[in-house]
């Protein structure tokens, strides 16, 4: 039986999360709805995505504005991390939170890569 959507999702992030120093990891669509996630159980996994769905519009808002053109990515540093968000198509954001002094040059090589992964699969018809 051929693998679903979800599941191929599922080892996407399950893959990214091996990258190392990442907490969250999940896809989200743009209007703020949770597809799938590895999130520890202290986070509220739909609350997370209704929040990084809204900082992508936010920004997509003000690049618009701005007339400095689409968003590729945004990276908010905290005491006690950094929230990756990743364009997966028009449709999804891959989000992640990395650890505090992660190696964010690698987390962002690999977020791009499987940020184009999600996107091929959920353009499938």
Same mark, same amino acid.
């Given at each position: 039986?051929?693998?679903?959507?979800?599941?191929?999702l599922d080892k996407i992030l399950s893959?990214?999360?091996?990258?190392? %120093?990442?907490?969250?990891?999940? =896809? =989200? !669509?743009?209007?703020?709805?949770?597809?799938?996630?590895? $999130?520890?159980?202290?986070?509220?996994?739909?609350?997370? #995505? #209704?929040?990084?769905?809204? /900082? $992508?519009? !936010? @920004?997509?808002? @003000? !690049?618009? %504005? $701005?007339?400095?053109? @689409?968003?590729?990515? /945004?990276?908010?540093?905290t005491d006690q991390g950094t929230i990756?968000?990743?364009? #997966?198509?028009?449709?999804? =954001?891959? /989000? #992640?939170?990395?650890?505090?002094? @992660?190696?964010?040059?690698?987390? $962002?090589?690999?977020?791009?890569?499987?940020?184009? %992964?999600? %996107?091929?699969?959920?353009?499938?018809?």
């Amino acid at each position: 039986m051929p693998e679903t959507k979800k599941e191929r999702l599922d080892k996407i992030l399950s893959r990214f999360g091996e990258v190392g %120093q990442i907490r969250a990891v999940g =896809v =989200v !669509s743009k209007e703020g709805l949770l597809i799938t996630s590895r $999130m520890p159980p202290e986070m509220n996994e739909r609350i997370v #995505a #209704a929040l990084c769905s809204t /900082i $992508m519009a !936010s @920004a997509e808002t @003000a !690049s618009t %504005q $701005m007339g400095i053109g @689409a968003v590729n990515d /945004i990276h908010v540093k905290t005491d006690q991390g950094t929230i990756l968000l990743q364009p #997966a198509g028009e449709k999804a =954001v891959l /989000i #992640a939170l990395a650890e505090t002094g @992660a190696q964010l040059g690698l987390i $962002m090589m690999e977020i791009e890569v499987r940020a184009k %992964q999600v %996107q091929e699969i959920l353009e499938e018809v």
